[in-house]
C-alpha cells in the first residue's frame, strides 16, 4: 500500500506556472504507474496526464496542449506536475494518484490517491 500527498497548489495569475509535487510513502514508487487527475467545482474528475513506473513514456488529456509536463523521481519517491500557460479554466483540486496496472487515463484503474492540492487561476 501506498499513501500519497501532493504539494505545490496556490493562486497565480493567468500565463504563470505552478510545480505540483506527490510524495510517495509506504511502497517504493517504482512499483506504480502515476497519474494527476482534477476536479473543478460542480464537475467531474478529469484526467490531466500519466506516466509510466520508468517514466520513459506519458500521456497527457487534449486540453493540456503542451502547457504541462508529468516526471517522476523514483529515488526521491515523487511525482510532478510541471504547469506553464495556466489559464482561469485550469482552476480545481489536482489529485496525484497510483496505479499497479499499466498508465491510463481512466480513473477507474487507479487503486490510490491523494487528497489534492488546489490551483486557483485568475485572469
Known amino acids: 500500500q501506498v499513501q500519497l500527498v501532493e504539494s505545490g497548489g496556490g493562486s497565480v495569475q493567468a500565463g504563470g506556472s505552478l510545480r505540483l509535487s506527490c510524495a510517495a510513502s509506504g511502497r517504493t514508487l517504482r512499483t506504480y504507474a502515476m497519474g494527476w487527475f482534477r476536479q473543478a467545482p460542480g464537475k467531474e474528475r478529469e484526467f490531466v496526464a500519466a506516466?509510466?513506473?520508468?517514466?520513459?513514456?506519458?500521456n497527457y488529456a487534449d486540453f493540456v496542449n503542451g502547457r504541462f509536463t508529468i516526471s517522476r523521481d523514483n529515488g526521491k519517491n515523487t511525482v510532478y506536475l510541471q504547469m506553464t500557460s495556466l489559464k482561469p479554466e485550469d482552476t480545481a483540486v489536482y489529485y496525484c494518484?497510483?496505479?499497479?496496472?499499466?498508465?491510463?487515463?481512466?480513473?477507474?484503474?487507479?487503486?490510490?490517491w491523494g487528497q489534492g492540492t488546489q490551483v486557483t487561476v485568475s485572469s
Open positions: 494518484a497510483a496505479t499497479s496496472g499499466t498508465y491510463s487515463s481512466d480513473s477507474q484503474r487507479y487503486n490510490y
Open positions: 506516466i509510466n513506473r520508468s517514466g520513459s513514456s506519458t
